[in-house]
């Protein structure tokens, strides 16, 4: 019933994943009762029409053979998935309970539970395996190790023949990355030409496929949006699954789930997608997953704020840094600049165990100077600051697209005497893994004038701010406007920082 | 592609919604290309499994007689609706630019637009109506006034015939709420039995379908869990469409959908829907067109936090609450017992232009004393208070079922002598448009002693507690176990209020 089954079901069949054979438990059960309250429809009839071929045992309670003659049919087919349809009787064997929703949510009972038993035949205590049973299973011992020693000397041979090809096999099992790898990754300076940093991401995408063997993925249907393409790769298709370009069509949520089985299947393969990051709402059940399931995959998520323009209030993310920063186990990543962006790069690829979201700008954006990788690795970092003894008379915060605006706020504010410190705050919860003392270098206790600046909710910032600054944000919808008329109207400019700033010092 | 498609498509055929005709426009494009590189499936036979009736308009670029004659068929359909595929050339007429991909996200410019109008033989000037044209749409005019007053005169006469009927209709198309409904919800006292507000709000949901006839709703799939079905009406299916218990499967994305079409059609209609909390990350983007899209519908959420127990963490929701206290023009509210569950509902029937998401508890919960529909209304208030002058020594905060904790410490505290308030915060956004008066009442600002506790994620709460105060929640992902020891094991307990109020104050 689940849309996300659709989707992912769609792409198996584009796919030709010959290998996979989905069984569909037809008991005809759901939670609230029969299936014909809400669902009527002919799966075998929508899975052809997906592309899969389809099979339906009739007897999924005791019919064995026919369970094996399908399995072997599937195994048959090629060039497409097979589902097997399996007509069961939910609760099987339950004289009072059998075909009933109540099996479904709560246990049998002691009483329900010794009825089937003896329905069924089955003498033995709990947990006791029959020794026939057991003797009958255990002849797939010999047999797995047999195919095991075939694959070894399978794989030796090929290490001997393909040595290089072989070294990256291993390193993709493995998860070992190559050594330097983060050296691919591009540089900026302050005279690099002003770029969207949905550009600088391309840069460091393709950078870091050359030197990366696991590294792939793609956009959910808006590819050369998000700028997500690897140009030295073609894609990855039925007949092409050498190449490493992802086109997953309009399914974020399906996505999202495929990124979090590549990532899960090889500590080696490291998976990204890419979407706007307003659309990230149709796949959060996905990131929830990376998240729980310690899915390292990377969102690549552009058109990051109201900056994004004229497409206005259904394109624009408002609360959506807010809902990441809250969700556990996630690196929700706002960058600036190149420097900052193939920062975050390092820290998506090293962090195998937690999902990353790289928040990227449709608008061009100067390259400021001092930003870093090395800033980027710590969450939180000065940018510029003409302060000493860690005394700033007021600290700018600025996330992604607006540290340039809290930076020229910073310079326009020092040219008036003020010592100001310009703090970029990538990620809070890598700042949060920082030590006292760092985080109190950057953000002392003592300095209670503080600003923040971002597009987006404000919802959070007092953390930052604390109860005498000020955060500056959007807590509406959008506006279908340029960028720049857009952030004039909405009040996030240099000149309202300095205003701030002003009133909070 | 996108699966929503598939559960509200799957959906309007197992209901029968001959009415609904579905255009599909076939034209082989999508932003990243030819649908080739993504979707190869035969949406006919999809369509047809999922039991639509469909048909082909090979020629959708000037094939007027065969359009018109689909559609025709498509009305004679009765029991089902009708897919009309319609192959089609994006951007027909367009020399340079028709069938290609270009032609979907950006303008033709200037001169294509020249090139097209010239191919397509089109000598008028922009917008500029020619007037056989004008003429032969207006014969629409004259019959549609025709129809109008057949349609009055019908109503008319239907009024006189059946007074009540017709006013309730009246009401449905009016949006205008029956006098005095809001008194048909429950009251309850602390003598009133301990229960889950889950099952409060069937209570309240059952007393407003019998007062509010555009009230209606459903569950996806766990209306047993939920706590949902209105007991004195029977199933809304293809038969009994006077029903109003929907049936929507296992389908969130679909369900939140569709009710924002309820809502958005007639100012009465009022739909609620249902799942467990956790699980609105499948219907976030629709959550998100409710509150974009000013659509009052009542998302009724339970096993709101690690108290659902023994499901574990992937039933658990840590996050939510803070990305919908973020997401502008929504309404969430946290509810800690009976007067507070039908507070909710006064606050949610009310707001006909946000959204209302009710967070209700698995878990039985006292009704204390002090809890009240006016302090719901509020968004927070006083539950209960030693205090003098406005100078409380600590203000515990709590909310849904942790308000119970927060109370209880309370208790605790002023036998130690403590001057101690405890304020239920139901609702951070009602809370917000208060006066600045009351909000001071409630939080006086030189009371920086504050503990909050809530079983979610403490993003946020540095607003409410301020710098000097402590957050209690869960900033982890939550665990299996029942909820007695869970709430243990995670620190959410009464002696943790205490210890975290002496440090404090």
């Given at each position: 019933m689940e849309g996300i089954s659709n989707e992912a079901s769609s792409l198996a069949a584009h796919w030709g994943l010959e290998k996979l054979i989905a069984f569909y438990d037809?008991?005809?059960?759901s939670i609230d009762g029969d299936t014909e309250i809400a669902f009527t429809e002919s799966v075998d009839t929508r899975f052809e029409g997906l592309g899969w071929h389809v099979i339906w045992v009739k007897n999924g309670n005791t019919g064995y053979d026919e369970i094996r003659a399908a399995i072997q049919e599937a195994k048959a087919v090629k060039d497409k998935p097979t589902l097997i349809k399996v007509t069961t009787t939910i609760g099987y064997g339950s004289p009072n309970k059998a075909n009933s929703y109540s099996v479904h949510g709560s246990a049998l009972g002691a009483k329900e539970v010794d009825a089937t038993r003896k329905n069924l035949a089955w003498p033995y205590e709990p947990f006791h395996v029959p020794e026939d049973v057991k003797k009958h299973w255990s002849r797939h011992v010999p047999k797995g190790s047999a195919l095991e020693a075939e694959y070894n000397a399978k794989f030796a041979a090929y290490e001997k023949k393909y040595k290089e090809e072989a070294a990256e096999l291993k390193s993709i099992i493995t998860g070992e990355l190559p050594a330097g790898w983060e050296k691919a990754l591009p540089t900026y300076t302050p005279e690099s030409p002003a770029d969207a940093t949905r550009n600088l991401s391309q840069q460091s995408l393709n950078a870091l496929a050359k030197v990366l063997p696991g590294f792939l993925g793609g956009s959910a249907d808006i590819a050369s949006s998000n700028m997500t393409l690897l140009k030295m790769f073609g894609d990855f298709q039925k007949g092409t699954p050498?190449?490493?370009?992802?086109?997953?069509?309009?399914r974020e949520h399906g996505m999202g789930a495929i990124c979090n089985g590549i990532a899960l299947h090889?500590?080696?393969l490291i998976p990204y997608n890419a979407t706007f990051?307003?659309?990230t709402d149709y796949m959060r059940a996905a990131i929830g997953i990376s998240a729980l399931g310690e899915a390292g995959v990377i969102y690549v998520v552009t058109h990051d704020s109201i900056g994004l323009g004229e497409n206005g209030p259904t394109h624009q993310p408002i609360e959506h840094l807010a809902s990441f920063r809250a969700m556990p186990n996630v690196l929700m990543l706002c960058l600036a600049d190149g420097n900052e962006t193939a920062g975050a790069y390092k820290v998506a690829v090293s962090n195998r165990k937690r999902p990353s979201i790289l928040a990227l700008s449709r608008q061009k954006l100067l390259h400021l100077a001092g930003t870093s990788v090395e800033g980027v690795e710590k969450g939180g970092y000065i940018v510029s600051d003409n302060s000493s003894g860690n005394k700033p008379d007021v600290i700018l915060v600025g996330t992604g697209s607006e540290l340039e605006i809290a930076y020229k706020a910073g310079e326009e504010l020092r040219k008036e005497g003020k010592a100001v410190r310009v703090v970029s705050f990538i990620s809070w919860e890598l700042f949060d893994e920082q030590s006292d003392a760092y985080k109190e270098s950057v953000l002392p206790a003592a300095v209670t004038a503080r600003v923040s600046i971002e597009a987006?909710?404000?919802?959070?910032?007092e953390k930052i701010v604390g109860s005498k600054g000020k955060a500056i944000g959007i807590d509406r919808f959008g506006a279908s406007a340029p960028a720049g008329r857009i952030y004039m109207e909405f009040g996030l400019t240099v000149e309202a920082v300095i205003a701030a700033a002003k009133e909070v010092s």
């Open positions: 037809d008991n005809h059960i050498e190449e490493r370009n992802l086109r997953f069509g309009v090889s500590p080696g990051f307003v659309f987006g909710s404000t919802f959070g910032w």
